[in-house]
């Protein structure tokens, strides 16, 4: 069987991306969930769960603690200082960069996940940015994909090649296809508060109240 291996946060988005690559990609999945200094945890108990539903050949976590002391007052993610913006609140040029834009995430984390995948002899990476990300961070453009991958062809040996299959779908879109594949969104987690419950103000908790709706399914979180 082909591998991968898969950045799994435990979002919709990445849980969604799981099983497709482990059922309609039909590859051995190796999964990496970082913790990078996020003010919350929640989603990683939803990764493990998700993993192990999937049937993975390995799943790491792996703490990058010290990186939301790098980029402190940078982003709300990552420094509880800074007050999580209400989408419905940004205009047009706070949502081209928002204040959840985490300064450099995922070129961070595709590059450590490249190194692991070439360690691991797989050839393919792939992580859920989907086209609703675009408007607000760079690092979920086909374009930021595309000049990643030509970076990675550099390699000498056997090139690591960055994928993003959901690229051009938006996350109804990914609901649906998340039903189609079984996975069970109740144990996913989105809201950027990560309390007790979902907030239902934060960009991600509007965002997937709209996919859902959309979908015309209810939110077992909700």
């Not at 539903?53 to 007052?73: K, N, Q, T």
């Not at 607000?136 to 993003?164: E, H, I, K, M, S």
């Not at 069970?184 to 509007?206: S, V």
Request: charged residues 20%; hydrophobic residues 40%; aromatic residues 10%.
């Amino acid at each position: 069987m082909n591998s991968a291996v898969v950045l799994l946060s435990g979002g919709l988005d990445s849980t969604t991306l799981l099983h497709y690559v482990r059922q309609r990609v039909g590859a051995g999945v190796y999964a990496l969930t970082f913790r990078y200094g996020q003010r919350h945890a929640r989603e990683i108990s939803d990764a493990r769960w998700q993993a192990e539903r999937a049937g993975v050949l390995e799943h790491d976590v792996v703490d990058l603690g010290f990186f939301s002391g790098l980029i402190a007052g940078a982003s709300a993610l990552t420094d509880a200082r800074l007050s999580m913006p209400v989408l419905a609140e940004l205009d047009d040029a706070a949502r081209r960069q928002p204040l959840t834009y985490v300064p450099h995430r995922n070129l961070i984390l595709l590059s450590l996940a490249s190194a692991y995948a070439e360690a691991h002899g797989v050839s393919s990476v792939y992580y859920g940015a989907q086209r609703q990300d675009a408007y607000g961070y760079w690092d979920c453009t086909p374009d930021f994909q595309a000049r990643l991958n030509a970076v990675l062809a550099l390699n000498r040996g056997t090139a690591v090649t960055v994928q993003a299959p959901f690229a051009e779908m938006r996350k109804t879109e990914l609901v649906r296809l998340g039903l189609e594949l079984g996975v069970d969104y109740g144990h996913t987690w989105t809201c950027y508060r990560g309390a007790e419950r979902p907030c239902g103000a934060c960009p991600a908790c509007e965002e997937r109240a709209t996919a859902f709706r959309e979908a015309g399914v209810r939110d077992p979180l909700s």
